[in-house]
Every structure is written in C-alpha cells, then in structure tokens.
C-alpha cells in the first residue's frame, strides 16, 4: 500500500459518510447517524497514516518535506482539516446532523484533489519554502480554513431551519447560530496565527512580513471580513439570517484566497499553484 | 461627562463605524489585487486595453480614462495611498475612541466589590437555585466555604446581621481581553509607521570576492550607505538530481574599519543581521565565466582567475600556464565538470573538476598546487533594515493572546446570600451562558448532596 492508493480510499470514506449524514438526516434515521462518524473516524485515519507515509516516501526520493507544499497536498490536507475539526465539534455539541453539511467539504476537497488534474508527485522544495515555518504556516490557516468551511456549512443549515416549526431535525435557530458563532471565532484565531506565521516567515525569507502581495492581500481581506461578521453581531438587527448569509459569503472570500488567488492573480505565492 | 454626549464622540466610538470600516477595507483591498501595483502609465494604458479587447472593438478611449483614474486615485501604488492610509487612520481612531468610551465600564466591572453588591441584584442573576440551610449561618458558612473551594471557587465573605454573602470569580480580567486585541492592531499599526519612516528596504549584488559598502533602495535606487563593507566569499548553487535549484548559499563577511567582524554562510530563509541590517539571500547572477582559484600549497600563496573556456590564463609569478580544455555535463542537470590542462615548470599535467570541487597536481616534489574550479556569480542580496519590526511582532503576539482571551475565557462569578435557614446560589458569566449554565449546574448538583434544596 502507498499513499495515493490510501488517498483514493479516502476519498470514498469521505464521501460514503456525506452520504450516511445526510441521509440519516433527511429520512430521519437518527440511529443510523453514528455509522457516519465511525466511516468519518476510520477514513481520517487512513488518511492519517496516508499523510504519513507520503511524508515518509518524500525522503525516500531525496526530497524531506511534509506533505503540505502545493495544490494537491493542500487539498488533502484541507479535507484533513475538515474531517478532524468536524469530528471535534461533533463530540463537543453533541449533534451528528452537522455532519451532513460539513463533511460534504472534506468529500468534495479530496475528489477535488485526485480529479482536479493536479500534479500528485513529490516534487523536491524550492529554496524558498525550505524552512520550519511551513509547517506552522499551513497548518495554522488550513485549521482556519476547514473551520470556515463548517460555519459556511452552519450558515446552510441555519437558512434551512424553519423558525416556525417547534420539531424540527435540526437544532433550534439560536442553537446553530451559537455553533457558527464558536466555529467563527475558531477559525478567526487559527486564520490570524495563520497570517502572521506567514509574516514572520516572509520577514525570514525575503526581509519583509507583509509586501502587499495578492495572497497576502486577500487573507487580509478574509480577516477584515470575518472581524466585521464578528462585530456584525454586536449589532442590533444583524443577527440569525444575515450572520448565516455572512458566514457563507466569508467562506467565498476564504476559497478565492486559498485557491482562486493562485490561478487568477499573479504573486509570491505562485507555487501554490502547481 | 459631557464629552459623551457628544454625537461625533458616539460616531467614531460606534460598532456601526467599525463594521463600515472593516467591510470598506475588504472591499478596497481588492482592487490592488486586481490592477498590478507598482508600474507606470503606458502599462496601465497596455493593461486596460488587453482586458477591454475581449469586451469591445476599440477600447483605446476607456482604456485611456480608466488609465488616468488608475493614476488620479493612486491605484498603482493604493495601498501606500492617501485615501486607503486614512482608512486606515479611521481604524485606529474607532479603536482608540472605543477603547477609551468602554473601558472605564469594564473596568469598574473588573475592580468592583461584588461583596457589596445589593442583595436585590445579587437574587436577581440569571443563574439561581435555593437551598435549606443548618439552621447555623456560621456552621452552613463553614460547610460552603469548604465544598466550593473543593470545586475550585475560592469565596470571600462578609458576614452581616441577618446573612452572609460569599463570593467568588473566576477570570475578571478576561472582560479585557477584547482591548488587548484592539490595542494590539495600534501596536501593529505604529510599528508599521516605523517601518516606513526609519526603515530601509534595498538590495545589492556583490560579484563573489567582491564587496559592498552601499545598498540601492527598490523604491528609487537611491544608494544608502551601510557605514560598514559587506564581502562575498563565495556563492553556490546547489541544484537537485533533475536540475532545479536546491538551495543558494553566500558566504559573507562584514568588515568595520578594516577589521574583520562578523561572518555567516547565508542561505534562502536563513539571513545575515549586522547592526541592524539583514542581508537576505535573494537571487543571483551568472557571469558566464569560470572562476578558477589556484594555491601553491608549499608557499601558500594564492590566486583567483576568472576565465573562458579554452583561453589561456597565467599565473606570472609562479611560472605557471593552464587552461579550461573542455568542459563535460554530469549526472545533474546544469552542473558541469571542466578538464584543465596545467603546464608548469615541472611539466604538464591535467585535472578532471566538478564545477565546486577542488583538486591537486604535483608535478615534483617543489610545485604542489590545488585548483578549485566554480562557474563564477554574483550573489543577490536583498538588504532591509527595519526598527519596526519588532513592534509589528509585539502587536501579534498581544493579539494572539488577547483573542484566546476574549473568545475563550469568561468572567465568570457566583455569589451565595446565606442566612441561619436557607441560602441561595446565583451567578452569571459576561460571555458563554450556555457553558457556564452547565458549571452552575454541576456545582449546584454537588450542593444539593450536602443541602436540600428548595
């Protein structure tokens, strides 16, 4: 077993636990929702001891790096992100129906992977990447990153939900705003640790920590945002729906920052795009 | 105070201007990402009318308009310009006046003496349950006092006529934690400034063995001086097996009046810092020469030779004659290996090189000499030198830790009013009631063992 024969399983994984949720959501078999986190739980795994083992192949070619270094990885890795963030809010809040609108992401981020035609080799790092602040630097805006994925999810469900119905499958209105609320300020904290590990490895690499680079620029804008969605709820008549409608629009910024940035607008970052 | 009541007061220390703010800089930022920054006229003209091609047939007017708009509202250069900067400016004084209309509130919230608080209030938290007491204030006291410090909640009391009142908090500073982020975006913003006035941000390429005791500005070329000499050893590139560079490496040498003071192999991501400059590996520039250094290894004497394939150098002094004959590829892409013929006084000989690699010829027992034999380049230093950035750093670090304060932490107090019969219970938490609910509830659950509620 290599690592693309376990990423092309996960891939599956992932997309048969989308299925589970949702259907247990929408045909309201309740007791079926906990196969959904078993599958979630064993393909993140599998997608664990995966990411393992590519890190571990790159040595074997002579290239050493963690498997976080252009589109492909990162697409793996931000499925990652979202199986694992998913999994702890589902343990946390208790509720399995938020899996049918957050694992839909890490399904679709990992079949984007393998069939967006992404070179999928191990390819050695350009000078410029060698450095321990990669690691901090992806990790800390992919956890961002997978976060604001599940509160666009959130934000879905709350627009879903109809008020006036007493029982209804999903939580209560205040009940889902409460959970997009925490899982915006997750994200809030991971993107700024994301922002300035990237500062303080630009400051390393190229004596500079913030040039108003395309990608630099768009994580600012996303930041922006998400500090104005979090104040929107301070407030007066800003709440519930528009918060939801926020949360979903946030995550449109969040996706042309991680990926639109790379294909669309020319920069520092042009690696990312390989 | 009267200066609160002041509208424009309100206005700037309002969340509506703050929320105004935030969504005009996130939608400005855009179009600095859109139009390229930094060029001039003609280009934007070129720009304009490559992207206006698709949409009509003559697109020279508009492109001409939008070129002047570009210029007029300082799109080429927004983010330095006058406009976004005041934005900015609006930022910092939203935060300042908010800050300064808020805190003494919290304040008084973080300092207060709950103990005193009235009795009516305290009854009146959302949080509350009611229990029997031992019929005993002193003893039911003694008996709380001991269960919720074993809970964690270490009371102060104040014993009146009727009842006491017991309190306990947990984190009262976590109400500042939202001022700590807002302080740290100035802190940030001021470090920036000083960036940008005292700073320096430049370059310089230093052909290998050569040095420097100037850099060039990027913003306008001007030359600034170091007030010290910066040397190149020497520069290589290391490339992996397919050819693509693996890492470049300079070896450099600062020299303060003459003297030797400070030297480091730099690398990508591994920078050089000297009073205040960093001197970053940036790029480099190739030559298209040799550079072939040769040392009598008896006299130690040495000698650099930049030279072409096939030329023929001499090293006068020593009598010496040789020469690149021809130069062969390697396994790796780009990295070649030069065969040199070397004639001198005791006769001929030849070497086989790697380009970095050195060798040695002995032709008797007197001339022993060592070649090593490079492709000869200029290292690329990017060279900033920046008294602001240490600020920028404090600014994230303080947000870093006033945002885990304000979004996970909550001032969290409960309170009991005890008499010789009953007590009640209350609490509240400024953020977070559903996770403070089920803390009351814990710790009301442990009193109903000892006590019967009612």
């Known amino acids: 077993m290599d690592s693309s024969q376990l990423l092309g399983i996960s891939i599956f994984g992932y997309l048969l636990a989308s299925a589970i949720y949702i259907a247990a959501l929408l045909f309201r078999w309740d007791k079926a929702a906990i196969s959904g986190t078993i599958v979630t739980s064993l393909t993140l795994i599998l997608q664990t001891v995966a990411l393992g083992l590519r890190w571990q192949e790159s040595y074997q070619i002579g290239a050493g790096h963690a498997p976080l270094t252009n589109m492909f990885e990162s697409l793996v890795f931000f499925s990652w992100s979202i199986a694992a963030l998913y999994l702890l809010m589902e343990w946390k809040f208790k509720n399995r129906t938020i899996g049918a609108f957050a694992m839909p992401f890490a399904a679709f981020a990992m079949a984007y992977a393998n069939y967006g035609g992404f070179n999928q080799q191990i390819n050695p790092l350009v000078p410029a990447l060698q450095s321990n602040w990669l690691i901090a630097h992806v990790v800390t805006c992919f956890i961002g990153y997978a976060a604001f994925a599940v509160a666009c999810g959130l934000g879905i469900m709350y627009l879903l939900r109809k008020p006036e119905k007493e029982k209804s499958r999903l939580p209560a209105p205040q009940t889902i705003d409460d959970m997009n609320h925490k899982t915006m300020i997750f994200g809030f904290l991971w993107l700024t640790a994301g922002i300035i590990t990237g500062a303080i490895w630009a400051n390393s690499a190229w004596g500079t920590y913030w040039s108003w680079d395309p990608k630099e620029t768009w994580s600012l804008i996303t930041w922006f945002f998400y500090a104005a969605i979090l104040h929107a709820r301070l407030t007066r008549g800003w709440q519930g729906k528009t918060i939801a409608w926020l949360a979903i629009v946030g995550f449109l910024c969040v996706a042309f920052t991680y990926y639109g940035v790379n294909y669309l607008l020319s920069g520092l970052h042009s690696y990312g795009s390989s | ?454």
């Open chain 2, 1 to 454: 105070m009267t200066y609160k009541k002041n509208s424009l007061w309100q206005f700037l220390a309002s969340v509506k201007l703050a929320l105004f703010v935030l969504f005009l800089l996130a939608a400005s930022s855009i179009l600095g990402t859109l139009i390229p920054q930094g060029k001039g006229p003609t280009l934007y003209a070129a720009f304009y009318g490559s992207k206006l091609a698709a949409l009509m047939a003559d697109p020279g007017e508009l492109a001409n308009i939008l070129t002047r708009v570009t210029m007029l509202l300082g799109l080429d250069n927004m983010y330095h310009a006058l406009w976004f900067q005041t934005l900015i400016g609006l930022l910092a004084v939203n935060l300042i006046v908010c800050s300064i209309d808020r805190l003494p509130a919290v304040w008084l919230m973080v300092s207060m003496d709950n103990l005193s608080l009235a009795q009516g209030k305290i009854s009146k938290m959302p949080f509350k349950r009611e229990f029997s007491g031992r019929g005993n204030m002193a003893e039911t006291v003694d008996l709380l006092k001991e269960s919720l410090a074993t809970a964690g909640w270490r009371v102060a009391a104040r014993t009146g006529e009727e009842s006491t009142i017991l309190f306990s908090q947990k984190a009262p500073w976590a109400r500042l934690g939202v001022y700590v982020v807002h302080l740290s975006i100035l802190v940030i913003i001021v470090g920036a400034m000083i960036g940008s006035y005292l700073g320096f941000s430049g370059g310089v390429n230093i052909p290998e063995t050569l040095d420097s005791d100037k850099i060039y500005l990027f913003e306008d070329g001007r030359p600034v001086d170091l007030g010290f000499t910066v040397r190149c050893d020497w520069f290589s590139l290391s490339r992996y097996p397919n050819g693509a560079p693996k890492e470049y490496q300079s070896e450099l040498v600062v020299i303060e009046e003459g003297q030797e003071v400070a030297r480091k192999v730099i690398e990508v991501n591994d920078p050089l810092t000297y009073k205040g400059w960093t001197f970053y590996q940036s790029s480099y520039e190739p030559h298209n020469k040799i550079m072939v250094t040769v040392t009598n290894k008896q006299t130690g004497s040495k000698e650099r030779f930049l030279t072409t394939p096939k030329e023929p150098m001499r090293w006068q002094a020593e009598g010496l004659l040789f020469g690149i004959k021809e130069v062969l590829a390697t396994d790796t892409n780009q990295v070649y290996r030069y065969r040199l013929l070397i004639s001198g006084p005791g006769g001929q000989n030849s070497l086989l090189l790697d380009d970095n690699s050195q060798g040695q010829i002995g032709t008797d027992q007197k001339d022993g000499y060592t070649f090593h034999v490079k492709e000869f380049y200029s290292t690329g230093l990017q060279v900033s030198k920046d008294p602001g950035v240490w600020w920028v750093y404090l600014g994230c670090a303080m947000m870093l830790v006033g945002l885990t304060i304000a979004f996970f932490m909550s001032h969290q107090r409960i309170w009991l009013i005890v008499s010789d019969d009953k007590f009640i219970i209350s609490g509240t938490s400024h953020k977070n009631k559903i996770g403070f609910e089920n803390k009351f509830n814990k710790l009301t659950g442990k009193l109903s063992k000892q006590f019967e509620a009612l």
